[in-house]
């Protein structure tokens, strides 16, 4: 297919055209409904200011909605000659309407296609996110509340420290959610900006309407500085890395405390044994290999920031083709962060928690701190309190009762606050998803 630029029928070498659109249009597929649309809320603006006629904008949304429809029917296939996915649209506006179609780039470049396309996509994805995260939320709560009064070491530099509660796990990664839910929505509301008319960055001397293409495409507001919507490039697939490798952050934790648990050593936890895989010389090994790839997936997801600053942060403004990048970077790894979520979704329901660990010899030392409250509560001073019980452990005396538990500030043991935490995420997700 000849390119859109071409202003004469000399071909492009063909090492330099597969080097330059590399695996572009592998990842244009997933952009292919996004141009479609920018592009009928383009010609609707066009035919408003008087740019084109009003018969000819009908002409071009209709093909357009026939492109449109193929795609959604997924009969829709990419050219493998087109340079990208905006020259395909362009090329099939052309064959069916002729010189009509020609005019549909006009008022706009590639690069606030690309732009457009991109932001339009990152929003759809940070829905998907959203949805996912939302099910692993409700999963978290579920299972802390279910197994709220089931005890649980507690570890500080993986030594025994004090008492925790399956309920209290599961509820600390269901907050740390919320926390994760409220960076990606701080990077929607960056995303959510119409880039469609700062054309190759610089604006367009055709009478346009920015206000229009943002209402039609559902965008919160624009970019109003078209030097700066150029700048976004890069920009907001970094953002949108940092958000994901919080998240990831999150998955990644809980993944390793999962492997640990299901440890022998440990034995904390366990899962029925198709959700584990064997050994080759080993019968009686269960590896938690869903866990450890969960694990180094999210590793490799919080390393997406640095891949991004490395490749944006030495340019000067203005577009350049090191922004084609970013789709390979990018693309995968929402695709990688998407099938970790999904896993646990399933997975994780089916986890089997033991009772009674804490009855265990070896615990007894979780409630030191416990022994040394009731001292105080008793009148004694911490500092002494704490000597005094530092003292019975030392002349191996040390002696607590599991059943003198007795939590109650909120976010401890005995209080939860599950209800508050699932109405702050619940608010949070709204607001994503509206």
Known sequence: ?????????????????????????????????????????????????????????KKMLFVLGEILKDIEEETFEMDRTAEDIHSQIESILIDKLGDTGKKIHTARSRNDQVLLDIKLYLLDEIREITTLVDEFFQILIKLAEQHKDILLPGYTHLQIAMPSSFGLWFGAYAEALLDDLEMLFSVKNMINKNPLG????????????????????????????????????????????????????????????????????????????????????????????????????????????????????????????????????????????????????????????????????????????????????SGSSFRDAYVKVGQQIENKVFDFEIENLNHTHQGSIGNLCLDKIEYQFNKLKNKLLG
Request: hydrophobic letters at 35%; aromatic letters at 10%.
């Open 1 to 57: 297919m000849k390119k859109i630029w071409q202003k004469d029928d000399l071909a492009t070498n063909i090492q330099v055209n597969q080097f330059t659109v590399g695996k572009d249009l592998d990842f244009d597929e997933r952009l292919a409904k996004y141009d479609v649309k920018g592009s009928m809320a383009h010609c609707k603006m066009l035919a408003e200011v008087g740019i084109i006629s009003n018969e000819e904008s």
């Open 198 to 377: 700062s054309a190759a960055g610089y604006g367009s001397s055709f009478p346009i309407n920015r206000e229009s293409t943002t209402y039609n495409l559902g965008f919160q507001s624009m970019n109003y500085n078209s030097v700066y919507a150029q700048m976004t490039r890069g920009k907001s697939e970094k953002m949108l890395s940092m958000a994901m490798a919080t998240l990831a952050g999150t998955l990644g934790k809980l993944a390793y405390d999962v492997c640990l648990y299901l440890s022998q050593n440990f034995d904390f936890i366990s899962f029925p044994k198709e959700f584990t895989t064997g050994s080759s010389i080993m019968p009686h090994k269960k590896n938690p290999d869903i866990f450890e790839l969960v694990r180094a997936r999210c590793n490799r997801i919080q390393a997406l920031p640095n891949e991004f600053i490395l490749l944006t942060n030495n340019l000067p403004s203005g577009y350049h083709r090191d922004m084609q990048l970013t789709k390979e970077i990018l693309f995968p790894a929402i695709d990688s962060l998407k099938e970790c979520l999904e896993i646990l979704n399933y997975t994780l329901p089916h986890i089997q928690v033991r009772e009674g660990i804490l009855e265990d010899e070896k615990y007894k030392y979780l409630f030191s701190v416990e022994k040394i409250n009731d001292e105080v509560k």
